[in-house]
């Protein structure tokens, strides 16, 4: 069993965990309710500067004996904590539909992008590799190599309450850097559930330092404080817009490097060339899943005008057929928004989409049958929209699809270009032509582009992220391990001159 052990004797949740060791403060009350039912699930407390402070100060020690670790030793922690993460699977993922109010299904392959991430990052452990460069003067080498960087903050957001710390974590631990970890209010539970199995992970590696992950708890006050802090020479930051820009400033006021993964506004182009019923399949999983609450969630279809009615009639019947309800039952296709406030919001841009031409074609209302009590359960909205207008410009974290048609494929990527978010983006086309150059240097603008696939559910092997207000970052797979090191330039003399580069002549 999963043994939650950081409870203090009131039943709360102390403010920060570091190892095994719980720190305590004075810091702001804080619950969290979970989306199902809105019901209290638990009693935390916000970490006090002070705290903060504490845990730093370990976690900077701990760093200065994890770096000398071989990098392959560093991976055997990861490799015992996916193991410990295996293990755990069914419960990990109960954890997360508890608190983040997602499918079973889902959360089971959340808990699947954690174990993946550790195998990605095991294999990377042998793979931290430099290039050797070619020098200019005679007798000399010239090396790259790279070094763990120093204590890394991570603050994660609500609806991926586990992987987007592991992708991460389990690098920058790989890299030989330690972890701090400010996960959102509405999911403490998952982030204890982590940090406890790496703890465990942690008694099964010889000679393994302590005080390698803390968790700190708090609301946006407390992240604040972190940020600032020049302990952190990363700070790693998924969450909404508005949120990164902050960071991202506070963090370049002190040099720091920031490694942003912001909202996306993600489309897919349906060409008169595309296999319509694979379409379909993809825009439902990509609009609906996760109640269109994942970062790549599809929120606009750009569909060429001669199939736009057709798709529309298969659409309301697709939406039609989905079963919306209590996300621990397995039939339940979407569960429910996070929280009032998503709701309002999305009514709200519904609203707006209305006042702005469109017309509601199915769905935005608010279900009270057959859902538990408490929850915010609602129909996904399909809209059909006259054009690009300000509400379609903008990330509602809820699921509504615009829809928008066009007649050229340039004109098509001109308004699939035309957002400032730039994360996730696909192309249903069976012509090659139209693919590749979707795919292109003159398509899409975003940081994943796909053909023949959904914008969400990205893999792990690739680098995440996205451009423009996206933020920049590519977190996950790929080379995104290099955010989380330093790169060291070595120039080596093994002759008995000392000739300078460009041929200077600096003769003593
Ligand atoms: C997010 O919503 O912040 O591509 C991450 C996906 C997932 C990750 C989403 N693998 O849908």
Known sequence: MLNLQFLQDDGTFAAAVIDSDTLVSDGKPMLSTSPIDGRTQVHSQAATPEVCDRVI??????????????????????????????????????????????????????????????????????????????????????????????????????????AVW?????????????????????????????????????????????????????????????????????????GSIPMGREVAQVVAARLGRSLLELGGNNAMVVTPAADLSLALRAIVFSAVGTTGQRCTSLRRLIVHHSVKQQLIDSLIKAYKSLSIGDPRSEHNLLGPLVNEQAWQAMQGAVKAAQQQGGKL???????????????????????????????????????????????????????????????????????IGEVETFLSAAGS??????????TSGAEIGGAFGGEKDTGGGRESGSDAWKNYMRRATNTINYGGDLPLAQGIQFDL
């Open 57 to 162: 100060a370990r976690l900077q020690a701990a760093f200065e004996q994890w770096r000398l670790v071989p990098a392959p030793k560093r991976g055997e922690l990861v490799r015992c904590f996916g193991d410990r993460v295996r293990e755990h699977k069914e419960e990990l993922a109960e954890l997360i539909t508890l608190e983040a109010g997602k499918t079973l299904q889902e959360s089971l392959g959340e808990v699947q992008e954690v174990i993946d991430i550790c195998d990605f990052a095991v294999g990377l452990s042998r793979q931290l590799h430099g290039l050797t460069i070619a020098s200019e003067r005679p007798q000399h080498r010239m090396m790259e190599q790279w070094h763990p960087l120093g204590p890394c903050l991570i603050i994660s957001a609500f609806n991926f309450p586990m």
């Open 166 to 238: 592991a992708w991460n974590a389990t690098l920058a631990l790989v890299c030989g850097n330690t972890l701090a970890w400010k996960p959102s209010e509405q999911t403490p539970q998952c982030a204890l559930a982590m940090q406890h199995l790496l703890a465990i992970a942690q008694r099964d590696v010889e000679d393994c330092p302590q005080d390698l992950s803390a968790v700190i708890l708090g609301d946006r006050e407390v992240g604040d404080y972190l940020t600032r802090q020049r302990a952190f020479p990363l700070v790693s930051a998924t």
């Open 361 to 431: 074609l199915y769905g935005g209302e608010r279900l009270s049958d057959g859902v538990p009590y408490g929850g915010v359960y609602v129909s996904p909205a399909l809209v059909d929209m006259p054009g690009q207008t300000a509400i379609v410009e903008a990330e509602t974290f809820a699921p509504i699809l615009y829809i928008l048609s066009y007649d050229t494929l340039e004109e098509a990527i001109a308004l699939h270009n035309g957002v400032t978010q730039g994360l996730s983006s696909a192309i249903f086309s069976q012509d």
């Open 445 to 454: 603008d975003c940081g994943i582009a796909n053909a023949n696939i959904g």
